[in-house]
């Protein structure tokens, strides 16, 4: 039995009180990640999008807005789908915190908010107003409309599409009063509606800011720009101090490790600065001097930056783990485009998605490593020279290297070599008769059908049935389910 979370209040009712990234599990579907504000009137706030400095690109298109994007440590756009899950229950209100360039801030409450499912265009359900609030009331003018994106209109406007007029997803009537999905325009905007837009707090002409929190970026790199470095407990805490200092204009905030955080206070919020020195993936992230385990943010190509779990420790560290199994706490029998953006929780079990591992391998300097323990307390690795995970329109083909005979798990993933992805809906593989995703319950490069299948149903060990389970032929063989597996790579030039 795990112990699950439905939400950040009750996180914050078990004793845990600190802003930050937590995991929860609103229903009987796989559990997520989400950023929790515990510290704002009275804590217990499921954050589901955050703006802060433009770091990320938010005029996208539907599914994306469906499934997510950013990253829980900047900007982020939780996914209408987490978001209808959150409020499935018809219990939820809204907390809408928003700050101008001048310093100024404000918030609205509304009783109730709610969002349907994707059958109903995750249509906006919205309470009253709180009068107490102090931004005024701009977002019941969205009450009951559905949700339009630039590829899928669905707002009150016969003549444009408004997300595309303003480039960026949002529950659009005719188009808007309110929205904070808009490009990052810094203050006064002579475009009218252009940015992201609170209208009874600031007209259209306005725009708001946030103190900016980013991973952090070694001291070298913002040498001209770090003001000072202080040990703090929790985000709000470094927040804090970025206010009570006159130059401070931008923070960075490291991850929480041996009970706190690293702040940064920065007198520069440069973008291209902060974009420029990226990092690629963990191996970068070791080399600046992190070297714990842990969840980090890196940004491998030109598109937006994503969280991923460094393994910072194994085999001389370096490791961008796409792949987790321990517990069987997360159902692995998926469909496609869940195993194309990806599902689970970064500090749990995990698959970090088919998008983004081709992502992280396009650049063909890849080696992968994969480490399986058994239910006896046996463990083995297995290395390939190179591995690649092609496109989509290739099907996300497996590129793969040769084996490392130093491993001592043996050689089983060889046979998966250049075969194409496959799930439930989407078959892909050589077996004539039937499909191997659906044959044995998981997404996976099957050939006819698997030697090695590390995303099967969670079984305890020893199983009657051939094939079933966790598997690495070579090391338990294919009647034996493995207790946890983990697939990383890493650069061959590390």
Not at 2 to 15: E, Q, V
Not at 241 to 268: E, R, T, W
Not at 325 to 334: A, E, P, Q, T
Not at 474 to 483: E, N
């Amino acid at each position: 039995f795990i112990l699950a979370f439905r939400n950040c209040a009750d996180i914050f009712k078990s004793g845990q009180k600190r802003d930050g990234v937590y995991v929860i599990k609103p229903d009987n579907q796989s559990a997520f990640d989400v950023f929790c504000d515990q510290t704002t009137a009275g804590g217990g706030w499921t954050v589901f999008q955050k703006r802060i400095d433009g770091s990320v690109d938010f005029n996208l298109n539907w599914s994306d807005y469906k499934h997510g994007f950013g990253n829980l440590s900047g900007e982020f756009w939780l996914g209408l789908d987490r978001i209808h899950r959150l409020t499935l229950d018809n219990n939820s209100m809204l907390r809408v915190d928003m700050e101008d360039f001048e310093g100024g801030s404000a918030y609205a409450e509304y009783s109730f908010f709610g969002v349907r499912s994707e059958h109903d265009k995750y249509q906006l359900i919205l309470g009253s107003y709180n009068t107490a609030g102090t931004a005024g009331d701009s977002f019941s003018h969205h009450h009951g409309w559905p949700f339009t994106t630039p590829d899928k209109d669905n707002d009150f406007n016969p003549s444009v599409n408004c997300a595309i007029k303003y480039h960026g997803g949002w529950w659009f009537k005719w188009c808007r009063r309110a929205f904070l999905n808009g490009p990052y325009i810094r203050g006064p905007n002579s475009y009218f509606g252009e940015g992201f837009i609170w209208e009874v707090f600031k007209d259209f002409h306005d725009e708001f800011r946030n103190i900016v929190f980013k991973q952090p970026i070694p001291n070298k790199i913002l040498k001209n720009h770090l003001i000072k470095t202080e040990d703090v407990p929790n985000e709000g805490s470094c927040r804090v101090l970025c206010y009570m200092d006159p130059d401070c204009v931008s923070i960075n905030l490291g991850p929480f490790i041996q009970g706190k955080h690293i702040c940064q206070l920065n007198n520069a919020t440069d973008k291209s600065l902060a974009n420029e020195h990226a990092f690629r993936n963990c191996a970068d992230i070791f080399k600046s001097g992190q070297k714990r385990d842990g969840v980090y943010v890196i940004k491998p190509d030109d598109r937006s930056a994503f969280d991923v779990f460094c393994d910072q420790t194994t085999a001389g560290g370096g490791w961008t783990v796409f792949q987790k199994r321990i517990d069987g706490s997360v159902d692995f029998n998926l469909n496609w485009s869940d195993y194309k953006h990806g599902f689970g929780s970064l500090s749990g079990e995990f698959w970090l998605g088919l998008e983004r591992i081709h992502r992280l391998t396009s650049d063909n300097n890849s080696m992968l490593r994969v480490d399986m323990e058994d239910f006896e307390g046996g463990s083995a690795y297995a290395e390939y020279s190179s591995f690649g995970v092609k496109s989509e329109h290739d099907k996300y083909q497996l590129i793969l290297g040769s084996y490392y005979t130093a491993g001592t798990a043996g050689d089983s993933f060889s046979y998966h070599n250049g075969w194409p992805f496959s799930t439930p809906d989407e078959e892909n593989d050589f077996k004539p008769t039937g499909n191997c995703a659906l044959e044995y319950h998981g997404g996976w490069w099957f050939k006819w059908c698997h030697k090695a299948f590390l995303n099967g149903p969670y079984i305890h060990g020893p199983n009657p049935d051939h094939g079933e389970g966790n598997i690495w032929e070579h090391f338990r063989g294919v009647r034996y389910s493995l207790k946890s597996s983990q697939m990383k790579i890493r650069p061959q030039d590390f």
